[in-house]
């Protein structure tokens, strides 16, 4: 998942997403997303962004996204 902040005061709390979830991995039951890009500002992007990657019970997780509306049970 990317994670593109869109003011400066987004970029502390990014940074620590990036730094402290992989320091906890070993204290906890299932490991958390895993930070495999950080993008540096750049040209008419001015803050730093990242990507992580998901897995559950040792499988990659790639998020997927779908134009069809949601069913009718979750409509609110």
């Not at 593109?4 to 958390?32: K, M, S, T, W, Y």
């Not at 895993?34 to 500002?41: A, D, K, N, R, T």
């Amino acid at each position: 998942m990317f994670r593109f902040p869109r003011r400066q005061i987004a970029v502390g709390p990014l940074e620590n997403e990036a730094r402290i979830p992989p320091r906890l991995a070993p204290h906890l039951p299932l490991r958390p997303p895993e930070p495999v890009w950080h993008g540096h500002p750049e040209g008419d992007y001015p803050y730093p962004f990242t990507d992580s990657l998901y897995e559950y019970q040792g499988e990659c997780y790639v998020p997927t996204f779908s134009a069809k509306p949601p069913p009718q049970s979750i409509k609110q």
